[in-house]
């Protein structure tokens, strides 16, 4: 399967605790996004990256939310101190770097419970 | 402040209807429009999408109709089908940020 992949699927944490999140997406894609969705809700933006460069970012994404992509290939999402409100299915897409070309691959996502 | 609004929330339609999902956006800088599909644990996949400089797309039995002027469009999903239950997000792009809507949980009934 050469889609985007993310892990964990699921992940149940206790408040206070510190988790982090892998996508990996396709692999000639340079533009990776994370989103958060909560339930019955559209996809929020989170933060961009182009490559390794981290372009933009929400202002959803508060000081305890980190994202790197190392070497431009697969990202990691960090979330410190979690907070009952983190709980969501945070998304990862990627796109790839044509011209005019701005289609959008999901991964399945992970969700994540903060109890 | 949603960018992009949507409706209905929910729609059930008889197989073999015709759904339509709409959607409104304001800013004028939205240059890509696409609708994804979601089921149910699974992330959105894109379905259809459109410029605005064109009106109408088809694929299969999909089409979008986009009015640039009443900066609206919409998804009318031809000849419904039980396997067409899922929810619709209508998405609205500019530079490097995508504005999705609140989605439309469809219902086909057979």
């Known amino acids: 399967d050469t889609g985007v992949s993310q892990d964990p699927r699921h992940k149940i944490t206790k408040r206070g605790q510190n988790v982090t999140f892998r996508c990996d997406p396709i692999?000639?894609?340079?533009?990776l996004y994370w989103y958060r969705q909560t339930l019955g809700q559209g996809p929020e933006f989170l933060t961009y990256f182009q490559n390794e460069a981290q372009l933009e970012k929400s202002r959803l994404l508060s000081d305890r939310f980190s994202a790197e992509r190392p070497k431009g290939s697969f990202s990691t999402l960090e979330i410190q101190r979690t907070e009952q409100g983190d709980s969501a299915m945070y998304l990862c897409?990627?796109?790839?770097?044509?011209?005019?070309?701005?289609?959008?691959?999901f991964g399945p996502g992970t969700r994540l419970l903060v109890l | 402040q949603q960018q992009v609004k949507q409706s209905p929330q929910s729609l059930i339609v008889q197989k073999g209807g015709i759904s339509i999902i709409n959607c409104a956006y304001e800013n004028t800088a939205f240059d890509y429009f696409p609708w994804y599909q979601q089921f149910p644990g699974k992330g959105p996949a894109l379905l259809i999408a459109?410029?605005?400089?064109?009106s109408e797309k088809k694929e299969g039995r999909f089409t979008i109709s986009f009015n640039k002027s009443a900066k609206q469009f919409s998804l009318h999903i031809m000849d419904s089908q039980p396997g067409d239950s899922a929810t619709y997000f209508c998405?609205?792009?500019?530079?490097?940020?995508?504005?999705f809507g609140t989605g439309t949980s469809l219902t086909v009934i057979p």
């Open positions: 897409a990627s796109s790839p770097r044509v011209a005019g070309e701005e289609t959008q691959y």
């Open positions: 998405a609205a792009n500019t530079g490097n940020q995508f504005y």
């Open positions: 692999s000639e894609h340079n533009r």
């Open positions: 459109i410029r605005p400089d064109v």
